[in-house]
């Protein structure tokens, strides 16, 4: 059973660019959060969709979107990069829709992002 | 402000010391705590903990919550290299129960020397 696949893994940017992410979940996981990993400020959630639809919500700037297709892969995209967009970005997913345990996640092993 | 605090931030030991990660939280409506190994990139799933003063195990690894305390430890015996790692502690974010949304801790980086 594949893992949550996340691409790409490595990028580089400069300040004022736009990035998109990528991340399929595990086959059969409807849920997909993104989280964003800096060595300062450790993993904070930057967003979940489920069912196409935006979930919940951190608090990032407007700068950090994202979005959910039918087939439950989820990207990501941080338009006019900043220096401080330099991180780790994570994506996780989960297979129960509500409930006790829908919050186990399962990582993908994150695309780096480093903006110059 | 919910937040998870973790001690210490980073731990050398020898293989074979057992350690004590701790994981202190204030969160209003806690519902459960969790904690993550990540050894390269991908965080993995250890434990779940929702009632207070239960352990839960696997190995020489386990872990118990003190709700009234508001804390978590996660206890490693006889510890190898292959355990070195971040730790990750999270609790489940208030008003957002069994999803995604969690909030972590800044992880405990352990280090074990052979």
New interface residues.
């Given amino acids: 059973k594949a893992g949550v696949t996340q691409t790409p893994r490595y990028l580089i940017k400069t300040r004022g660019q736009q990035v998109t992410l990528s991340c399929s979940p595990i086959s059969g996981h409807r849920s997909v959060s993104w989280y964003q990993q800096t060595p300062g400020q450790g993993l904070q959630f930057l967003f979940e969709y489920f069912s196409e639809t935006q979930r919940n919500k951190g608090n990032f700037p407007g700068r950090f979107s994202g979005r959910q297709f039918s087939n439950s892969r989820s990207e990501m995209n941080v338009s006019t990069l900043e220096l401080g967009d330099s991180a780790l970005y994570l994506c996780a997913s989960s297979h129960l829709t509500r409930g006790s345990g829908a919050n186990v996640l399962t990582f993908g092993a994150g695309s780096r992002l480093t903006v110059l | 402000e919910d937040k998870v605090v973790q001690s210490p931030l980073s731990l050398v030991v020898h293989e074979g010391d057992t350690v004590t990660l701790n994981c202190s939280y204030e969160v209003t409506n806690f519902r459960?705590l969790?904690w993550?190994k990540q050894e390269?990139?991908?965080?993995?799933?250890l434990f779940?903990l929702?009632s207070s003063g239960i352990e839960k195990k696997s190995g020489r690894l386990s872990s118990i919550l003190d709700k009234k305390e508001l804390f978590s430890i996660l206890n490693i015996t006889a510890t190898q290299t292959g355990d070195s790692a971040i730790y990750?502690c999270?609790v489940?974010?208030p008003g957002?129960?069994?999803?995604?949304?969690?909030?972590?801790?800044?992880?405990t980086t352990l280090q074990v020397k052979p």
């Fill in positions: 459960s969790l993550y390269k990139k991908a965080p993995t799933f779940m929702t990750l999270a489940e974010a957002s129960s069994n999803t995604g949304k969690l909030i972590f801790g800044q992880g």
